[in-house]
């Protein structure tokens, strides 16, 4: 593989010119002004899955709200999960090395409240009917769908860590509709019949 020095620039042949600290900085400079506020209510705008994140192991039973859930690929069938350093769940998450990703189905927005509260962990557990797969995770029994994992990496990156997660085990419900979360509020997802 050549150098960057070296590298060529596909479509034209002319070589890379290799970019002057100076401007790297200036660069970096340029686009360091958006604000955390300004960041949140943009996200406001993106709508996501709910999603009710459990743990069971050594490190105890545990579980949150979560819409910082999405797919890295299927081959293994890996998806991640963003966790906050701080949240009084991280160490038992950080301990069980299990997880389960439970979708939410248009009937759980209390649970989500309750699970993203500050209620204790076991009337948390108590508000709803579990089953367990393969990790021992709770998987919510009339979840849209649950994705039991394995968590095989950690990235730190600012407050939060990234579990990179593999499916070991899956669970649909393909009789209920779904929730979103988009612009601060709850929306059912009601799934279109085919015609």
Same mark, same amino acid.
């Given at each position: 593989m050549p150098s960057t020095l070296n590298a060529?620039?596909?479509a034209t042949g002319r070589p890379f010119a290799p970019v002057p600290a100076v401007e790297k900085q @200036?660069? @970096?400079?340029q686009y360091a002004a958006v604000e955390k506020q300004e960041y949140r209510d943009a996200m406001a705008r993106l709508g996501s899955a709910v999603n009710i994140i459990t743990t069971d192991g050594p490190g105890g039973r545990a579980g949150f709200t979560a819409s910082a859930v999405c797919s890295v690929t299927d081959s293994p069938p890996t998806l991640l999960v963003c966790l906050n350093r701080s949240a009084s769940v991280y160490p038992v998450f950080k301990e069980? /090395?299990?997880?389960?990703v439970n979708t939410l189905a248009d009937c759980h927005e209390s649970?989500?409240?309750? !699970? +993203? +509260?500050?209620?204790?962990? &076991? /009337? %948390? !557990? &108590? @508000?709803? %009917?579990?089953? %367990?797969? @393969?990790?021992?995770?709770? *998987?919510?029994?009339d979840a849209l769908v649950s994705f039991d994992c394995k968590v095989t /990496? *950690?990235?730190?990156? +600012?407050?939060?860590?990234?579990l990179f997660c593999e499916a070991v085990a899956l669970r649909r419900n393909d009789d209920s509709? +779904?929730?979103?979360y988009?612009?601060? %509020?709850?929306?059912?997802?009601?799934r279109q019949l085919a015609c």
């Amino acid at each position: 593989m050549p150098s960057t020095l070296n590298a060529t620039l596909p479509a034209t042949g002319r070589p890379f010119a290799p970019v002057p600290a100076v401007e790297k900085q @200036a660069a @970096a400079d340029q686009y360091a002004a958006v604000e955390k506020q300004e960041y949140r209510d943009a996200m406001a705008r993106l709508g996501s899955a709910v999603n009710i994140i459990t743990t069971d192991g050594p490190g105890g039973r545990a579980g949150f709200t979560a819409s910082a859930v999405c797919s890295v690929t299927d081959s293994p069938p890996t998806l991640l999960v963003c966790l906050n350093r701080s949240a009084s769940v991280y160490p038992v998450f950080k301990e069980n /090395q299990v997880l389960c990703v439970n979708t939410l189905a248009d009937c759980h927005e209390s649970l989500s409240n309750l !699970f +993203g +509260g500050k209620t204790p962990t &076991e /009337q %948390r !557990f &108590e @508000a709803a %009917r579990w089953m %367990r797969l @393969a990790t021992g995770s709770p *998987i919510l029994t009339d979840a849209l769908v649950s994705f039991d994992c394995k968590v095989t /990496q *950690i990235t730190s990156v +600012g407050t939060h860590d990234i579990l990179f997660c593999e499916a070991v085990a899956l669970r649909r419900n393909d009789d209920s509709h +779904g929730l979103v979360y988009f612009d601060r %509020r709850y929306h059912p997802l009601m799934r279109q019949l085919a015609c």
